[in-house]
């Protein structure tokens, strides 16, 4: 009896030892198979999302997007170019988004347009219109007492951020609600958008003031989200005289050198520009007048042509009816070659007239086509 149990015992024992290695065998198997198949997964995840985030450069852009509003509509408008001289709007001229559907005060004005570094698109626009009372919105000329707080008073900007320039997500950023030192705010006027390198923060600059008090340029930093102003308006640039309002800033990276161009209402209100090595501090003051018009002119807006050692300056001629756009040339921002106005010159509209505070950004051909493709 002894014996059959050892002979029992010693066979069980050895057939689980056979059955436990067996198992462990095509566990490690098994193990070794999920461990590919998960490395593999990451690596395909991996290259989707490097192909998703890629951020295209300058060698990949073959269109320019162009935005603006026009007085009448106080909508958004966006063109595309292919070559940078002829721009032809979308949506056959008419609004892409109705300023009613998107602004506190049912108009929106100065749209501005940034690729960010991480290849979205930021949208910055005044929340004003300057013909509500017309329209039906309020019963009062401004929101406000014009006295008080001055010609189109307003408390708000819309910003909005996309990535295909189609989806859009929205705020409406009352600054006059940020902090009590803001509660008697005049005016936010004119936002654009610009990424501080140093402090890897997206910055907001704007035209601000105080009741029906000086215009001047200051800026903010906000989150990456765009919908949350997360520093108080700093002065960005102080003119010289302090009785001169400076508004419109447009700032651009040229070679280290950051390049303020603003409109100034020295006298005839103008194109000036200065000059800093830092984003938000230090501008130098240039008297001189940068725009070739006798009349009022504002909103300057610097843009590159794509693949050439060019620069566009481009701003709003308000003091002419119709009202058009003016541009000059340059290579070194120092002397500036004037090429008229829009179908004046070489600068071409197909489909579109009476274009207000204009901004341009460079597009991929896909971009191009699909936002083509999207309003037909």
Known sequence: MKVSFFILYNFMFKNKLVYLQHNFVENKKLRMKKLLALVLLSIIFSALQAKKT?????????A????????ATHGLYMAISRDGYTFTALNNGNPVISGDTIALQKGIRDPHIFRGPDGAFYLSMTDLNIYAKKAGYRTTDWERDGKAFGWGNNRALVLMKSFDLIHW??????FD???????????VWAPETAYDDKTGQLMLYYTIRHGNGLDMLCYSYVNNDYNKIET???????Y????ISAIDGDITNIYGKYHLFYCSHD????????VSDSINTGYKYDDSYY?????GCEAPNVWKRIGENKWILMYDIYSIKPNNFGFLETSDFVHFKNLGRFDEGIMKRTNFTEQKHGAVVWITSKEAKRLEKYWK
């Open 267 to 274: 006298g005839t209100a103008g194109i000036k520009q200065a």
């Open 177 to 187: 609600e940020l902090d009590p030192s803001l509660a008697d705010i005049g005016c």
């Open 54 to 62: 890629y951020i295209p450069k300058e060698k990949d852009m073959k």
């Open 291 to 295: 725009d070739m018009e006798k009349g």
């Open 240 to 243: 010289p005289k302090s009785s």
């Open 64 to 71: 320019y997007l162009m935005v603006f509003h026009k007085d």
């Open 232 to 238: 108080l308006p700093k002065v960005l640039f102080t």
């Open 169 to 174: 997500s929205r705020a409406n950023i009352r």
